[in-house]
């Protein structure tokens, strides 16, 4: 079996960003089973969460990265947002987690 081994860690902490930020970030990982490894799928708990991942197989021993690109347009406070990662692996899933607090944009003051 394929084996979706990460070299860093499965969570990224990305502090604290002014709302309407973008963050991004790779996870990095590599096949450690003996037969390649096929990302199938990979789906967000949010809309706000894009995943970019590779779409050829990753063989035996080699690395390669899921790209997660997190939009805090109308978010604010503390934020966890989980990524699954389907792969033909056993478990048949992963998942990825991005966290931090999104400090709320100033609202523009009412005119008087």
């Not at 969570?11 to 604290?16: H, L, R």
């Not at 973008?22 to 708990?45: A, C, K, Q, T």
């Not at 966290?99 to 003051?109: D, L, M, S, Y």
């Amino acid at each position: 079996m394929p084996v979706f081994a990460l070299i860093d860690s499965a969570s990224y902490e990305f502090g604290a960003v002014e709302e309407g930020a973008i963050v991004e970030h790779s996870f990095r990982f590599r096949n450690d089973g003996e037969y390649p490894l096929i990302v199938n799928n990979i789906s967000s708990s949010c809309g706000c969460t894009t995943p970019e991942w590779p779409k050829e197989p990753i063989g035996p021993k080699e690395t390669s990265s899921i790209k997660v690109r997190f939009d805090t347009k109308h978010k604010s406070g503390p934020q966890v947002k989980t990524i699954t990662v389907y792969a033909n692996t056993e478990p048949a899933y992963a998942e990825l987690r991005l966290k931090g607090i999104v400090n709320a944009a100033p609202k523009p003051e009412a005119a008087k």
